[in-house]
């Protein structure tokens, strides 16, 4: 078994910036890809971004590109989504999820065995 654990969330006025943290612990080793998906009230999952497992590829969204970055510290089995310009519509739940899977679907959550709790991010403009 994986635990992801993310932090890092909070309020954030549009065009400001904010790093989102995933720590796994547990059988890591076992870990692939990992991704970031976002849910807003009333809206599906979505995915974010994502990144392979020693960092080669990388992934996200047309909606954050540019702006989203995901990385990964496999010392500290942690994953981060560095959020710059922000804006109202990044208003939502992120989760962190993880996959053993060696071939895989990046936006499909079904792909992803291991989530976080997720952390909240809101826009306080």
């Known amino acids: 078994q994986v635990q992801l654990v993310e932090s890092g969330g909070g309020l954030v006025q549009a065009g400001g910036s904010l790093r989102l943290s995933c720590a796994a612990s547990?059988?890591?080793?076992?870990?692939?890809?990992m991704s970031w998906f976002r849910q807003a009230p009333g809206k599906e999952r979505e995915f974010v971004a994502g990144i392979s497992r020693y960092g080669r590829n990388t992934y996200s969204a047309d909606s954050v590109k540019g702006r989203f970055t995901a990385s990964r510290d496999n010392a500290k089995n942690t994953v981060y989504l560095e959020m710059n310009s922000l804006k109202p519509e990044d208003t939502a739940v992120y989760y962190c999820?993880?996959?053993?899977?060696?071939?895989?679907?990046?936006?499909?959550?079904?792909?992803?065995?291991?989530w976080g709790q997720g952390t909240q991010v809101t826009d306080s403009s």
């Open positions: 547990g059988r890591t080793f076992s870990m692939n890809a």
């Open positions: 999820a993880a996959t053993e899977r060696t071939s895989w679907s990046w936006g499909s959550p079904v792909e992803y065995a291991y």
